[in-house]
């Protein structure tokens, strides 16, 4: 049986020209590399985009998704490894944690170092990627992402600095497992109910806005009059927002836009705690949905699923609100 590695762009496949990283195609040596010194593991590969991260779109995620779901049923295949820039790497590893439906290990990595400099992180990511992938003890983990030595989990990391190798960080929890010397360690489970959703088409007009210091409606209310489909809600702290920001969520929760509450705060969930105007207890009873502890891009990304999907308000609160 083997691995299948998609590739899919990102600076793990880039190298630097006239002083700028772009796409090389020199990043299949790392695949040569890699086959030399992991004998035991067949690998195949595949080019599927050639983009930096910030190119993939929603669509993109699904695309990859059908390929995963598909490769996930050919019995001659044991896991498949993806490799992606890591600009929006933990939006497509939740949207396929969300979408895929596989007990075999689906596993995302990239590079923080291009092939043209010294510290090129590539070559092991890649050459972990797909042993964690090769890992009998990797089953039934839903999406995995392995970068600098560690695997965290899809739901639970988030890219935290803009340089350093050990940008992926699964801040409250640290990461499910290592890869040490060649082997593959877990140390916990992630308690996580996993949903699947598969929608057919996506409908990706699901938009964020964060908030502030006396920040006012005037964003949300444009977005009520330009066809959003659902909006996410980057509060304040526990889950609170300006009291200018009130009108505009009346106006969109009377539309019938869902409206999902996340934190700026990057760890914590958002509760109801506070009773006054524009406080979390407030927000409920005029109908936003709580995010639990889930950061606004990937709040987006199950939101977007959910509407696509066809799910009504009830079920959209489910699935955030419910474990
Ligand atoms: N900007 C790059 C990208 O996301 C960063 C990376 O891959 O590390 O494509």
């Known amino acids: 049986m083997k691995i299948m590695v998609i590739f899919t762009g990102g600076?793990?496949?880039m190298e630097r020209i006239n002083n700028s990283a772009v796409i090389s195609s020199s990043f299949?040596?790392?695949?040569n590399t890699i086959n030399s010194s992991l004998?035991?593991?067949e690998i195949e590969h595949i080019e599927l985009f050639m983009k930096p991260s910030p190119h993939i779109s929603i669509?993109?995620?699904?695309?990859?998704?059908d390929l995963i779901n598909k490769f996930a049923l050919d019995d001659d295949i044991k896991g498949i490894v993806v490799t992606h820039g890591t600009d929006t790497l933990e939006e497509t590893a939740y949207f396929l944690d969300l979408y895929t439906?596989?007990?075999k290990p689906v596993v995302i990595t990239g590079s923080m170092r291009n092939i043209s400099e010294l510290s090129y992180d590539g070559p092991s990511n890649l050459a972990n990627a797909i042993l964690v992938a090769n890992s009998k003890y990797s089953l039934n983990r839903g999406v995995l992402v392995v970068l600098n030595g560690e695997i965290n989990s899809a739901r639970e990391v988030t890219k935290t600095h803009t340089m350093a190798l050990d940008t992926f960080k699964s801040l409250e929890y640290g990461p499910l497992g290592v890869i040490d010397s060649d082997d593959v360690y877990y140390y916990r489970d992630i308690h996580f109910k996993r949903r699947n959703i598969t929608p057919k088409c996506i409908l990706s007009n699901v938009e964020i806005i964060k908030c502030y210091a006396d920040a006012n409606s005037n964003l949300i209310n444009y977005l009520v009059e330009n066809n959003t489909k659902g909006i996410i809600l980057e509060g304040l702290g526990r889950g609170n927002v300006p009291i200018k920001m009130i009108e505009g969520i009346k106006n969109a929760l009377n539309k019938n836009i869902p409206i999902v509450l996340t934190s700026r705060c990057m760890k914590g969930r958002v509760l109801d705690s506070y009773g006054y105007e524009g406080g979390g207890n407030h927000l409920k009873k005029l109908g936003v949905i709580f995010g639990d502890n889930l950061n606004s891009q990937k709040a987006r990304i199950k939101?977007?699923?959910?509407?696509?999907?066809?799910y009504n308000f009830q079920e959209i609160k489910n699935i955030f609100e419910k474990k």
């Open 303 to 310: 939101l977007i699923l959910a509407i696509s999907q066809g």
């Open 59 to 65: 669509e993109d995620m699904k695309t990859l998704g």
């Open 11 to 13: 600076t793990i496949s």
């Open 101 to 103: 439906n596989t007990s």
């Open 28 to 31: 299949i040596d790392i695949l």
């Open 39 to 41: 004998q035991d593991i």
